[in-house]
């Protein structure tokens, strides 16, 4: 992993915020929801980026956001060299071919109303029309390559007239990766998808997503909230909570030595299939819930529920800190230069707020400058 | 396997059908399994294998038409549930047999306070207790359940609670009767792994208090493992292997149990990007299944008797297991030579 390629994927502190707005006749924007609050990460051209996390801590808002199907609010997301939060519409269509999607439930995301030739043909078919491929390509060649396309992820042919509700969730899965695979992408941004399948069917479906990566050099997202799938398909992991990144790290380092208090956590919490382990582990039970994004937190944003909380932890938000080359973590607990469990609440009040007032007057100078 | 534990809710041969316009859908075919004092059973299997139904089936909870019982038994404190009137029923529903589901939204009614629903269920069953002290009683079984700031939040809204402590709250409304018999469907399913854990630890603890017997229904085998002392695993409505958990796991004997275990990825075991086991196809169509094994086209050590009859029934020191392998060759030999005598009458 150390030899330098350039990284595929480059996103640099990017927020994804949701206006609420009060309602009514006048309404007006009283806040936003943070679903993603400034994260930053690369994906190298082959690996596979395992993002984890519990509901609503912005896993998918970062992918949507990464394929621009919302617009993020800040922060880039280069590919290959270029900023497509900038790119106009029109020349998004063509980066978007190389970035595709699979999402997590089959039976909502493929048109009942379209034949499995027609949801695979689609995409081919809008490029080709467009003159966005290399050659044109005429109908029989359509055919030609709907039929590979099916035959590489495992469906029969025969059924290319079928609708999708004569499939079951698992060739419907695979329906939606032929469909993915059906522009060559470069990248897939897969979001859960194997969460709504059964144990044996999704076994298929990740053997799957191996070959196909291994066979055409495909680079992927992967988002599960089941950790032990993420171990399976990932290089490296990283651990959203609240809209940030927590933990950034080699798959061996993460589950070996997991260095933040909500990955320890969430790896705790996790079910292992065997009864002789299950009986002797020491699980670490959060308690509470994971509080609304809709405010601005002070402080660490998993302090309200981390065991291993100081008084430094309430105010001050976390930089992230390098533990080695394969980890990065966000948390007070790994700053070299000074140990914090020794501050005391008043020490780090005095400290927060001294900061704070020196954000503000900075914020306000700047204001100034600008007029 | 000698346990000396009272079994307290036993089903017996039970058999549910729908009948639809398509045919017959056997959704549960002649399961039987009991439930003892203070354990907890698992019952496992993928979408569609009967789980849900069956213990639908234990509380007469069927819709019928379509669905029926059209056989077996279900003894819970020496009378066969299924021969219950509907009023007979309303008493052990919720009251003996508790019930939680999957999705803590959609079994709590929206439009009624916490306090209402917990009330209203607690005087059902109790006729005797004023309404002041279902309500002392409610908090206090809400406290159990680890909800902070019960006296104040009892007044609230199911949707001002997250998931987490709607299923809290149904676990509550389960307890506040005393049930001996707690049916958890996929309880934690819909919950975030570190609620998950909260939920799960929750039941055991609440089991281990009250001594409470649970059958807990889920797919996931992790979750079995660490919660049930016995485990049935149902394979398109039957139950195809029935073990204490840790034989089981440590040693499968049916091909599906082994497969099931073995295609799910473990955190434990170096996590490398091998290949996992896979059982290849489909779970079978359960509208008109014929008479043969029904895991047989995905079986990698599939035989000739498995396509013509379904497998004896054979116990090994209390593991129980449907599968031709460990039939007696005496009875591998009827069913060849009946397939051989039906291919001459063709002929």
């Known amino acids: 992993m150390s030899d330098k390629k350039e990284p595929l994927l480059v996103v640099k502190d990017l927020k994804q915020h949701f206006p609420v707005s009060s309602g009514g006749v006048f309404s007006?924007?009283?806040?936003?929801?943070?679903?993603?609050?400034?994260?930053?990460?690369?994906?190298?051209p082959g690996e596979t980026l395992g993002i984890v996390g519990e509901s609503g801590c912005g896993k998918s808002t970062t992918v949507r956001s990464i394929a621009q199907l919302y617009r993020p609010t800040a922060g880039e997301v280069i590919f290959d060299g270029v900023d497509l939060c900038k790119l106009p519409e029109k020349e998004l269509v063509k980066a978007r071919q190389q970035i595709q999607m699979i999402f997590q439930d089959p039976y909502a995301s493929l048109d009942p109303?379209?034949?499995?030739?027609?949801?695979?043909?689609?995409?081919?078919?809008?490029?080709?029309?467009?003159?966005?491929?290399?050659?044109?390509?005429?109908?029989?060649?359509?055919?030609?390559?709907?039929?590979?396309?099916?035959?590489?992820?495992?469906?029969?042919?025969?059924?290319?007239?079928?609708?999708?509700?004569?499939?079951?969730?698992?060739?419907?899965?695979?329906?939606?990766?032929?469909?993915?695979?059906?522009?060559?992408?470069?990248?897939?941004?897969?979001?859960?998808?194997?969460?709504?399948?059964?144990?044996?069917?999704?076994?298929?479906?990740?053997?799957?997503l191996n070959d196909l990566q291994e066979e055409l050099g495909l680079t992927y997202i992967f988002i599960a909230h089941d950790l032990a799938v993420i171990q399976h398909i990932s290089t490296r992991v990283a651990v959203?909570?609240?809209?940030?990144?927590?933990?950034?790290?080699?798959?061996?380092?993460?589950?070996?030595?997991?260095?933040?208090?909500?990955?320890?956590?969430?790896?705790?919490?996790?079910?292992?299939?065997?009864?002789?382990?299950?009986?002797?582990?020491?699980?670490?039970?959060?308690?509470?819930?994971?509080?609304?994004?809709?405010?601005?937190?002070?402080?660490?944003?998993f302090q309200a529920r981390c065991p291993k909380r100081m008084p430094w932890c309430t105010c001050h938000v976390p930089?992230?800190?390098?533990?080695?080359?394969?980890?990065?973590?966000?948390?007070?607990?790994?700053?070299?230069?000074?140990?914090?469990?020794k501050v005391s609440m008043e020490e780090a009040e005095v400290d927060a707020k001294s900061n704070e007032a020196k954000a503000a007057a900075d914020a306000l100078g700047q204001k100034k400058k600008s007029k | 396997m000698e346990n000396n534990k009272k079994v307290i809710l036993d089903v017996k041969d039970l058999q549910t059908y729908f009948l639809t316009d398509a045919g017959v859908v056997k959704a549960v075919d002649?399961?039987?399994?009991?439930?003892?004092?203070?354990?907890?059973?698992?019952?496992?299997?993928?979408?569609?294998?009967?789980?849900?139904?069956?213990?639908?089936?234990?509380?007469?909870?069927?819709?019928?038409?379509?669905?029926?019982?059209?056989?077996?038994?279900?003894?819970?404190?020496?009378?066969?549930?299924?021969?219950?009137?509907?009023?007979?029923?309303?008493?052990?529903?919720g009251d003996k047999i508790s019930m939680i589901f999957q999705d803590p939204m959609t079994s709590l009614n929206p439009f009624l306070k916490i306090s209402t629903q917990m009330i209203e269920t607690i005087r059902l069953h109790n006729k005797n207790v004023s309404k002041e002290e279902a309500r002392e009683k409610s908090i206090k079984v809400l406290e159990d359940v680890g909800i902070p700031a019960a006296r104040e939040r009892i007044d609230s809204y199911p949707h001002q609670f997250s998931g987490g402590m709607r299923q809290r709250v149904m676990i509550a409304i389960a307890l506040s009767c005393n049930a001996k018999v707690l049916i958890a469907d996929e309880p934690?399913?819909?919950?975030?792994?570190?609620?998950?854990?909260?939920?799960?630890?929750?039941?055991?603890?609440?089991?281990?208090?009250?001594?409470?017997?649970?059958?807990?229904?889920t797919h996931d085998l992790g979750v079995v493992a660490g919660m049930c002392d016995e485990v049935c695993v149902m394979y398109a409505g039957r139950i195809v292997e029935k073990a204490l958990t840790d034989d089981l796991y440590k040693k499968p004997l049916h091909p599906y149990t082994e497969g099931l275990i073995k295609s799910v990825p473990r955190m434990d075991t170096s996590g490398s990007k091998e290949k996992l086991f896979s059982i290849e196809g489909q779970p079978p169509n359960v509208i008109d299944l014929p008479p043969c094994c029904p895991f047989h086209p995905r079986c990698h050590k599939a035989m000739e008797e498995c396509k013509h009859a379904y497998p004896?029934?054979?116990?090994?020191?209390?593991?129980?297991?449907?599968?031709?392998l460990y039939a007696t060759d005496e009875e591998k030999n009827a069913v060849l030579k009946s397939i051989g005598s039906t291919e001459e009458n063709d002929k």
């Not at chain 1, 509700?165 to 695979?181: K, N, V």
């Open chain 1, 113 to 208: 109303r379209m034949t499995v030739r027609t949801i695979i043909a689609e995409p081919i078919e809008i490029f080709n029309k467009r003159g966005l491929l290399e050659t044109k390509l005429t109908s029989l060649e359509i055919e030609d390559q709907v039929e590979k396309l099916m035959e590489r992820v495992g469906l029969n042919k025969a059924f290319k007239n079928r609708y999708p509700h004569e499939f079951s969730g698992g060739q419907r899965q695979r329906i939606g990766i032929a469909r993915a695979l059906a522009l060559n992408p470069k990248i897939i941004l897969a979001d859960e998808p194997v969460s709504a399948l059964d144990v044996s069917i999704q076994a298929q479906i990740l053997n799957l």
């Open chain 1, 28 to 44: 007006r924007v009283k806040g936003a929801i943070r679903a993603v609050d400034g994260i930053s990460f690369e994906v190298n």
């Open chain 2, 30 to 93: 002649g399961v039987s399994f009991s439930v003892r004092e203070g354990e907890t059973i698992g019952i496992v299997g993928e979408s569609g294998s009967g789980k849900s139904v069956t213990n639908l089936s234990i509380m007469k909870l069927i819709p019928s038409p379509p669905g029926k019982i059209v056989g077996g038994e279900v003894i819970f404190e020496d009378q066969n549930i299924l021969d219950l009137s509907e009023k007979e029923l309303r008493e052990i529903r």
């Open chain 2, 188 to 217: 934690t399913t819909a919950l975030d792994v570190t609620i998950q854990a909260q939920i799960l630890e929750l039941i055991q603890s609440i089991s281990k208090k009250y001594g409470t017997s649970v059958i807990l229904i």
């Open chain 1, 319 to 341: 930089p992230t800190f390098e533990i080695s080359e394969k980890q990065k973590v966000a948390c007070w607990l790994y700053d070299e230069n000074k140990d914090y469990s």
């Open chain 2, 312 to 324: 004896p029934r054979k116990v090994f020191d209390g593991h129980e297991v449907s599968c031709w």
């Open chain 1, 240 to 301: 959203m909570y609240l809209g940030k990144i927590v933990e950034l790290a080699d798959k061996k380092e993460l589950y070996d030595n997991p260095a933040h208090p909500y990955t320890q956590a969430l790896l705790s919490a996790a079910p292992i299939p065997d009864p002789v382990i299950e009986k002797e582990r020491q699980r670490i039970i959060l308690t509470g819930d994971v509080p609304s994004p809709d405010k601005k937190q002070r402080g660490c944003y």
